[in-house]
């Protein structure tokens, strides 16, 4: 493990800057976000969940497909250096190999390279995440239930602990390695320093509650589909949609066009299966025009079609839902109703 | 990497109203770039798209043997779908495809085939007829049930006429209410299923409105078709066409990529499927 002085931090940073694109978390008016930073002066490290996740670095509330003219169709052209994200937390950097088993293939099917998404191809494959560790969680955060926690290195390429004096790295992928290999950073860290991580990390996991077994979560959820149990859960829901446009891993979408004549350009847009029109058909015909339905999609989805499909439950246990529901509806409570049931 | 968001071009080749009130159109495309040509099997469909409008699946009409056109019929119902009724013989339109899966016409072979419609989404289902009756031979004994609200709303009407001569072809036409000069069935489509003694060793595909697919499997059941010998189409709002967008899921399956033909066997395994 090597280190840097957190007053070497705007250097290192500055440094990154050269080859990467860098996003990190800023705050956005009165929101938190992942930006792309101009200066190294902008990143707060001490934001924890921002408040919009930074699955819009990837996959950006909207997002131009193509522009089409009398001549044809065109990709917009995007910026050619690789993404590095700093301060990405374990909730989001796990988030992102659940998305790009969504955008990156398709479960089940023979022909592969059809149903990859370039878009987000693109920007992930070549993407640098610095994971950096929670010291102090949240009261929302519930990582722990899904086998993550604030210092675990899921999903990362390099894995930073920030100490009080210093950011300590270590190399997680081998894309991790090759960048520390190369970066120039030679202050090794102290076997003092590496068993400060060790408290740091004992300090952080008793900032959370206590674990949930969700083991039986997927099993459940299939058996009490007809149950009146939904109407319960789904009572509290205004289907204001907020959950998925802040989850880390919801990323269902609308495609719209906007144009006129023979100018225009095709375009894909954040949607939420919490809205009525989402399944509307033409017709008129809703499969999904009751809110129980739709709530019971949304924790169906997370809790057991993902599963599924994938082997993995769609939630990182992030809490940014229970944060910014209006309702107050509280996705731990609903998981655990639902167990328990 | 394959871009599968972008659609090529087709050229609007022939146009032909199917009912008249204009409801029902069917579009023949052809290809502008030969390159774009690809293989399908019945029952899958496309992402049919005007620039500026919008883009809507629907199912392919035509047959792989029926070459270098795609045919596609198209209820006026929506946005979409009312821009590409407003669309002339020469115009330029955009395809994804093909998307989905298929009949498992492969299972069909040496066997009877039993094909039962209703409405306008006897799309595929002509597909299949067609792609069949291409390849007669390796089907057996096929059996049509075909049911419309009223005599008009037929599609294919011309191809109808056709089928009707043929010996080795049994096609049941039925309509919802009696109407002065219609000599053939009267009935629902589940009833008339029932009263047309079919066979039960044969396979079956169902394509209809969602009402309709409900009612006429279980009366399958009943005559004593197993679940894994029937399959259906379904049709969810789409998007993406590719399992990604997450709107068209019954259950964990996705109609664009698992779907949209599923057997009953499948279908009752997931609780919203009908």
Same mark, same amino acid.
């Given at each position: 493990m090597i280190k840097i002085k957190k007053s070497e931090f705007n250097k290192f940073i500055? !440094? %990154?800057?050269?080859?990467?694109?860098?996003f990190a978390p800023v705050k956005d008016g009165k929101a938190t976000a992942f930006k792309k930073i101009k200066s190294a002066k902008?990143?707060? !490290?001490? $934001? %924890?969940? /921002?408040?919009?996740?930074?699955?819009?670095?990837?996959?950006?509330?909207?997002?131009? %497909?193509?522009?089409?003219?009398?001549?044809? &169709?065109?990709?917009?052209?995007?910026?050619?250096?690789?993404?590095? $994200?700093?301060? &990405?937390r374990n909730c989001d950097t796990k988030s992102l190999l659940m998305l790009d088993k969504v955008f990156g293939e398709a479960h089940q099917m023979p022909k592969k390279d059809m149903y990859k998404d370039p878009y987000w191809k693109k920007k992930y494959d070549n993407c640098l995440v610095f994971n950096l560790a929670c010291n102090e969680p949240l009261s929302t955060c519930f990582c722990n239930w899904f086998d993550g926690g604030p210092f675990d290195k899921t999903g990362s390429d390099i894995f930073v602990v920030e100490t009080d004096e210093n950011y300590i790295f270590e190399a997680v992928s081998d894309k991790g390695k090759n960048f520390l290999n190369d970066c120039k950073i030679t202050e090794n860290a102290s076997d003092k320093e590496i068993k400060k991580i060790e408290k740091l990390k004992k300090t952080a996991e008793s900032y959370l509650s206590e674990k949930e077994d969700i083991s039986s979560l997927f099993s459940k959820t299939k058996e009490i589909w007809e149950e009146p149990i939904w109407d319960e859960i789904a009572a509290k829901c205004v289907n204001c949609g907020a959950c998925a446009f802040v989850c880390p891993t919801c990323h269902c979408f609308d495609v719209s066009d906007e144009g006129k004549g023979k100018k225009g350009k095709r375009i894909r847009l954040w949607d939420s299966? &919490?809205?009525?029109?989402? /399944?509307?058909?033409?017709?008129?015909?809703?499969?999904?025009?009751?809110?129980?339905?739709?709530?019971?999609?949304?924790?169906?989805?997370?809790? !057991?079609?993902? &599963?599924? !499909?994938?082997?993995?439950? %769609?939630? /990182?246990?992030?809490?940014?839902?229970v944060i910014i529901c209006p309702a107050n509806?509280?996705?731990?409570?609903?998981?655990?109703?639902? $167990?328990?049931y | 990497m394959k871009n599968t968001y972008i659609p090529f071009q087709m050229k609007v080749k022939k146009i032909y109203t199917e009912s008249p009130d204009r409801t029902l159109k069917t579009f023949d495309l052809s290809y502008v770039n030969k390159d774009d040509k690809f293989n399908f099997l019945p029952g899958q469909f496309c992402e049919f798209s005007i620039l500026g409008k919008g883009e809507s699946p629907f199912g392919i009409a035509s047959s792989p043997t029926e070459e270098d056109i795609l045919k596609f019929t198209v209820n006026r119902t929506g946005s979409v779908t009312n821009e590409i009724h407003y669309l002339q013989e020469g115009d330029i339109v955009g395809i994804r495809g093909p998307l989905g899966n298929w009949y498992p016409v492969e299972k069909f072979k040496g066997q009877d085939v039993v094909i039962i419609g209703g409405g306008f989404a006897f799309t595929t289902l002509r597909s299949l007829l067609v792609y069949m009756l291409g390849h007669r031979k390796d089907y057996g004994k096929i059996t049509v049930v075909y049911g419309a609200r009223n005599p008009d709303l037929f599609i294919y009407k011309d191809e109808i006429k056709e089928w009707e001569k043929r010996d080795d072809l049994t096609l049941h036409l039925t309509i919802d209410n009696p109407v002065k000069g219609w000599n053939k069935l009267t009935g629902f489509v589940p009833t008339v299923t029932k009263e047309v003694s079919l066979d039960p060793?044969?396979?079956c595909v169902v394509c209809g409105p969602p009402i309709m697919i409900k009612y006429t499997l279980p009366v399958l059941t009943e005559i004593g078709f197993p679940d894994e010998k029937i399959y259906t189409s379904l049709e969810r709002r789409m998007k993406c066409g590719i399992g990604k967008c997450g709107r068209c899921n019954i259950g964990s399956k996705y109609v664009c990529i698992d779907g949209p033909v599923f057997s009953y066997e499948e279908i009752k395994k997931i609780p919203e499927a009908l």
């Open positions: 500055e !440094n %990154l800057q050269k080859n990467y694109s860098v902008d990143i707060n !490290n001490k $934001i %924890l969940n /921002t408040k919009r996740s930074p699955k819009e670095i990837f996959f950006p509330q909207s997002e131009v %497909l193509f522009q089409y003219t009398e001549k044809g &169709m065109e990709v917009p052209k995007r910026e050619e250096k690789p993404f590095a $994200i700093w301060g &990405m299966c &919490m809205f009525t029109i989402f /399944t509307k058909e033409a017709s008129g015909h809703n499969p999904r025009s009751q809110s129980t339905q739709r709530v019971r999609q949304r924790v169906m989805h997370k809790y !057991n079609y993902f &599963m599924d !499909n994938y082997g993995e439950h %769609l939630c /990182t246990g992030c809490g940014r839902c509806l509280d996705i731990r409570e609903v998981i655990k109703k639902i $167990i328990r | 060793t044969s396979w």
